[in-house]
């Protein structure tokens, strides 16, 4: 059985930094590439980074620069590292499997001051 758990969201002020983590089970990791996406109040859910099993990353064009995903293939993780966080990246964040349409329960980040 595959399971995603997220941790590391919460409360934050703007110009914050945040580091989310996945910890993944039930698949071979190291085969897989990896997801986060975020879904804000009333917006679709997006894909916000990116990461292949060989380690090529994408990034959202609003969160280039800022935040930076990671892999570590023997912790079965993938890491989200935000730095200068806005408010408008305010939202509930998710891992995924892209490939299985495997997600995560989420975790909420808040950015206000």
């Known amino acids: 059985q595959v399971q995603l758990v997220e941790s590391g969201g919460g409360l934050v002020q703007p110009g914050g930094s945040l580091r989310l983590s996945c910890a993944v089970s039930g698949i071979i990791f190291s085969s897989y590439n990896m997801g986060w996406y975020r879904q804000a109040p009333g917006k679709q859910r997006e894909l916000v980074a990116g990461i292949t099993y060989g380690g090529s990353t994408n990034y959202l064009d609003s969160v280039k620069g800022r935040f930076t995903i990671s892999r570590d293939n023997v912790q079965k993780t993938v890491y989200l590292q935000m730095n200068s966080l806005k408010p408008e990246d305010t939202a509930v964040y998710y891992c995924?499997?892209?490939?299985?349409?495997?997600w995560g329960q989420g975790t909420q980040v808040t950015v206000s001051s």
């Open positions: 995924s499997v892209p490939r299985l349409n495997k």
